[in-house]
């Protein structure tokens, strides 16, 4: 029997739906595991013997996976009538059960997407200075809830950027608005808030005068380019907040071999086969290395350029299990095509959110 390949994530989450859609029309075994429940479909169960282990995901014996993606943590989907004192307690216990349990799932799988090494390469800190390792650009920044350091470092500077370390989203139900954390610029050192900047640690860093963004995917061995402005040919202070915006555009584009080479290098130091990196290229063309999200979305790239058939590339890259791999010649392996599919349909009408676009951002 084929060993099947697995999905850690949930069913709101689009990029699962379309991957698990496409490894079935290349005729793969697909489990999506959605994390604990109490349903069926949320049972798990771990069984080590004095000769042997086994593992049992929703009542299947699942000994041994061709490939596994580790795309989204959702450890725990109900707690119903649990006392509201015992909630944390039975939210970490879930916790450290998903934990013990993708550990496990990653040592029976043959090739590996995520998991143990997608998230210590997720730390900012240790991004920078890998970055600068292997030879990219990277801002002046100093991470810090010191307020003497981060004014001394805003001195240098005619502006500084504060940028925050994950993704947060507020839902307002009154109007059921999304507002989420951005960054922002500090024009003036006087204007800084001592007590706002102690109380959490940030992230500083000089800004660069962008002439254009590019977002670099990688999947596998393949690196695919966009260039990212807005019609007038300007760069935005963040393009995440002008995704479905008509005045942001994305091209195709073939990265200068110097960044080329560094982002290959930056993925073999951490030993990662898919990543989002973002850089900020300055007007003398230098592109500075942002960051690098070793689990982020992608297929919102696809949409605004066609011609980089990234679903096609990752799906060809789980199922033969290689970062070395070929692209099918199937022009059904879209994201357009998953999009006009009946199970994007049904997907449309179960989704826990609806009314998100998971394209870009996941809501949790």
Known sequence: ????IIIFSHAGDYHAAAVKWALEKRGQDVLLWEGFGEAGSGHATCISGRLSSAVKLDGRSCDAFASAWFRRRSPCRSLKEVHPDGVGFLKNEASSAHEALSLSVESRSDYIVGGVASRRASSKLLQ???ARSVGLAVPETIVSNDYGQVAQFASRFERILVKHFLPHYWGH???GRITGVAPSIIENVASMNR?????CPAIYQELVHKAYEIRVTVIGERLFAARIASRQGEAFLDWRQEYGNSDMVMSAMTLDPVTARG???FMDALDLRFGCFDFAVDHEGTPFFLEVNPGGQFLFVEEYVP???????FVSMLVEGSPRYRLSSDDAITDAAFMDSPEYDVWTRE?????TDERFVTFV
Request: hydrophobic fraction near 45%; avoid cysteine.
């Open 1 to 4: 029997m084929d060993k099947p």
């Open 128 to 130: 920078l200075e890998v």
């Open 173 to 175: 139900t009154a109007d």
């Open 195 to 199: 007590r706002s900047i102690e109380i």
């Open 263 to 265: 982002v290959r290098s």
């Open 307 to 313: 011609q980089l058939h990234l679903l096609d590339a």
């Open 351 to 355: 989704r826990a959110l609806s009314g």
